[in-house]
């Protein structure tokens, strides 16, 4: 069992950045792979960042290469979302998860958190 808490999320202009954490409980957490999605209203729930923990690969979506980043501590049991040059239509419920499979693009994970909000001003 894994659970799972995001925090920092919040208000800010177009351009700025942020960084959500995610905190994780359980044992394993080293041997899962975690991902990072989001939900905007009215649109469907989209796949951010994922990040394997056997290898360190990662994927991201288009919509963000290059201005996201995801990354982990293993010791601290935290993933982590530095997200940078935003834009207004980055503003969502971000949301952390985890799971045992292994291919980055599947979006089944297995544990999710509450989620936390990101807002864009333009």
């Known amino acids: 069992q894994v659970q799972l808490v995001e925090s920092g999320g919040g208000l800010v202009q177009a351009g700025g950045s942020l960084r959500l954490s995610c905190a994780a409980s359980g044992r394993t957490f080293s041997r899962y792979t975690m991902g990072w999605f989001r939900q905007a209203p009215g649109k469907e729930r989209e796949l951010v960042a994922s990040k394997r923990w056997s290898d360190g690969m990662t994927y991201y979506a288009d919509s963000v290469k290059g201005r996201f980043t995801i990354s982990r501590d293993n010791a601290k049991n935290t993933v982590y979302l530095q997200m940078n040059s935003l834009k207004p239509e980055d503003t969502a419920v971000y949301f952390c998860?985890?799971?045992?499979?292994?291919?980055?693009?599947?979006?089944?994970?297995?544990?999710w958190g509450q989620g936390t909000q990101v807002t864009v001003s333009s």
């Open positions: 998860a985890a799971k045992k499979g292994i291919i980055l693009t599947v979006e089944t994970y297995e544990y």
